[in-house]
């Protein structure tokens, strides 16, 4: 009997063997689920591995799911993480939206575990934050100078002193 040669299936057999290593199985066996039907019910104790296999393998759609199903469930524990896997996987959208989660809720964020893995891996994260953060309370400071402006040239023309001007704004 002649034997055939299948030069193809020893490069397929290589490739699943590399997919285990970079992929758990669970989460193949959720992306090759979605990829057959076209929809896939995401749990969040799996939406960040998925989110990274959607976006290892070039699937858009499933890694926007993925986002949405993270952007429901952000909270002060895991904001850092998915700010950070945002960054890293170039997801934008949810990149800016856990950024502005981060810096609402900068004080308990920063406390986290997962800010300090963030910050361990990255960072120019942790400086990109603090200088936003920096930035949104000079640009607050600017804006009350602007709507105080009229009462601080007030008690300047009356020669008041900073103790005055307290009161007055009181």
Known sequence: EPKIELP????FVK??????IIV?????L???EYLYT??????LDCAMELFEAADLFCIPRLKTMCEKR?????NVENAAAIFHAADLHSATALREKAKKFILL????????????????SNIDLVFELL???????????TCLLILYRPIFELCERKQMGIAMWFRVLS
């Open 105 to 120: 809720h900068f004080e308990s964020i920063s406390k986290t575990s997962s800010f300090e893995e963030m910050g361990r």
């Open 131 to 141: 200088q936003n953060r920096w930035n949104t309370d000079l640009q607050e400071i």
């Open 30 to 32: 959720k992306i090759l």
């Open 24 to 28: 758990w199985q669970p989460t193949f």
């Open 15 to 20: 490739a699943l063997d590399l997919i285990k």
């Open 70 to 74: 993270m952007l429901q469930s952000i």
């Open 38 to 43: 076209d929809q896939l019910r995401i749990y």
């Open 8 to 11: 193809y299936v020893s490069y």
